[in-house]
Structure formats: C-alpha cells, structure tokens
C-alpha cells in the first residue's frame, strides 16, 4: 500500500519498523491499544510508531519488543534492519 509523503519518507526504516510491529502485533492477536498498554506507551504514540512518524529511542523499542513477547533483535530482522 503506497503511503502519503510525510516527514518520514526519507527515513524508510522508521517505515520498516513500524510495519513490522504492526505485523507482529496482529499476529499476536493485540489491538493496537493493547500493545501500547503492555509497552506503556501512549496509544497515539504507537499510531505513530506503527505509521513511521517516530524515531524510537532504544528503551521504547525494548518495551515494544518485550510488549510483542520477541527479543529486540527479532523485531529487527523482521523489520529488515
């Protein structure tokens, strides 16, 4: 699916990254709002997350990783980084 130039489409990881936490997310059967609550991190801010608006620090990829049950290095292969 093409996606709107925003901000982010010179940073196509932030994209990779995003869809693969949305991947994982729904095949873990997690609502979007669930995730965020096991992450804690705000619903709208993993919106972002998910749509490549936000450039992750370390400890909020650890507590998505950690949130989706898989290691910070699986949510990278996946993402392809």
Known sequence: ???PCKKSASQPE???FGDAV???RKQ???SQEALADLAGIDRSYM???ERGEH???LVN???VADALGISVSELM???QL
């Open 55 to 57: 450039n992750l620090a």
């Open 47 to 49: 919106g972002g997350i």
């Open 28 to 30: 873990g059967g997690l």
């Open 1 to 3: 699916m093409a996606r």
């Open 14 to 16: 932030l994209w990779s």
């Open 22 to 24: 949305r991947s994982v």
């Open 77 to 79: 292969e996946t993402a």
């Open 61 to 63: 990829i650890k507590k």
